[in-house]
């Protein structure tokens, strides 16, 4: 599963990733904008917010289920075929790295169909052609909505592009993620 915020994404994050079991089946993928000249200390607050185990991604870990990898700043986040991360600084996205778009697209290429993606909180348009990617492999998609978004720019984008499955109260997010997994492992 992949996972996208920006402003406001803290407090999103917390309340999506608090709704997910400790024994969640699938690894999750997070990219937050952060400064891009400082260290960050998401991994660390979410870890100790939220029962599922959270971590800094690191250049060629393993994706492994029941772990959130959160990205590096000023990196972005590729998941690749073969199940492992890679941190890259190729240029902004949107002006950003790291970049939802590089994550989504990534992610879709490698996971296809079984792909999850989740658009929280955030401003711009990054993302948006991330979730076309996801869309055009079969993937599905959730969005928050702009009620409980901190800032609905990004959400909107993405949903702008018509091609997300549904959109969601952040409360319902992770409900609704947890009975997409359920109902994808069942189908299997």
Known sequence: MAVA????GLSALTAFLSAL?????VPVVVVQH????????????LNRRCA?????AVDGDRLVAATVFVAAPDRHLVVNPDATLSLTTSELVHFVR??????????????GDRLLAVVLTGAGTDGA???????????????????????????AASIATHLVDKVLR???IGPA???????LEHAS
């Open 5 to 8: 915020a920006s402003a406001g």
């Open 21 to 25: 079991p400790t024994d969640f089946p």
């Open 34 to 45: 952060l400064h891009r000249e400082a260290p960050s200390a998401l991994a660390v607050i």
């Open 52 to 56: 599922i185990a959270v971590h800094e």
């Open 98 to 111: 790291p970049s939802a778009d590089v994550l989504f697209e990534s992610a879709a290429t490698s996971y």
């Open 129 to 155: 052609a991330g979730v076309r990617a996801v869309k055009s492999v079969g993937g599905y998609v959730l969005a928050q909505d702009e009620a409980t978004s901190e800032s609905f720019g990004r959400p």
């Open 170 to 172: 952040l409360d319902k």
């Open 177 to 183: 993620v947890v009975e997409w997994i359920s109902h």
